[in-house]
């Protein structure tokens, strides 16, 4: 189900609610820890779509640092590459969680404009487990994401793939908001 689709420049911008690793997609973006070995949550549910050859793919990947990201490919999943990123565990928002947040999406974006990828869904990076509050979570995913869009030439899609219908309510806001209405 589309909740809210914008558009800004040629770049088309979906808010829905749906499994992540059901989407046929150039990427999906998985909201990892740093071992890259998987875990609970979304992460969880990637690698046992994918298959074992992902968890093989990440032991030579040899980790991956809180805001950074790094890519695989996507083995039994539709999406043919996994980028795989490390949002921050939030502890109070002042050790730099919001800087951290938001690097995971430029990150995982600058990842497409290497790669040539021209469609990418990102999960609310970090507001699960990590427990970063949900409303500032997404408001900085649009915005960092929006503001990355005109460095970032291949990309033409970019979907927020909300888990709950709350999740979609604050990325459809925050889209809403940033790219201006209709
Ligand atoms: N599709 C889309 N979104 C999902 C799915 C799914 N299949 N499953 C969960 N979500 P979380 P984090 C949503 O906890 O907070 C792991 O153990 C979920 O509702 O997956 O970044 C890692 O290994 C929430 O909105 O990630 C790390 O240790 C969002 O995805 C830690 O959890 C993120 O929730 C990372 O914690």
Redesign the pocket.
């Known amino acids: 189900m589309t909740t809210l689709t914008r558009r800004v420049g040629d770049v088309q911008l979906d808010v829905i609610v749906a499994?992540?690793?059901t989407l046929s997609v150039d990427a999906i973006v998985n909201?990892?820890?740093t071992s890259l070995l998987?875990?609970?949550?979304?992460?969880?549910?990637i690698h046992r779509a994918a298959g074992p050859e992902l968890v093989a793919e990440c032991r030579m990947l040899h980790g991956c640092k809180t805001g950074d990201a790094k890519i695989t490919k996507g083995y039994r999943l539709k999406a043919a590459n996994v980028i795989h990123t490390v949002?921050p565990v939030w502890n109070g928002g002042a050790l730099g969680e919001d800087d951290l947040l938001a690097s995971c999406y430029r990150r995982s974006l600058e990842l497409c404009r290497k790669h040539q990828l021209t469609s990418v869904a990102f999960?609310?990076?970090?507001?699960?487990?990590?427990r970063f509050p949900a409303d500032r979570a997404a408001d900085i995913a649009v915005r960092t994401t929006i503001e990355m869009l005109p460095g970032t030439p291949s990309v033409t899609r970019v979907v927020f793939?909300c888990?709950?219908e709350p999740?979609a309510g604050l990325h459809a806001e925050a889209l809403g908001r940033q790219a201006g209405p209709c």
């Open positions: 499994d992540i690793t909201a990892a820890n998987g875990g609970g949550g979304v992460d969880g549910a949002g999960p609310a990076i970090s507001t699960g487990i990590y793939c888990f709950s999740s």
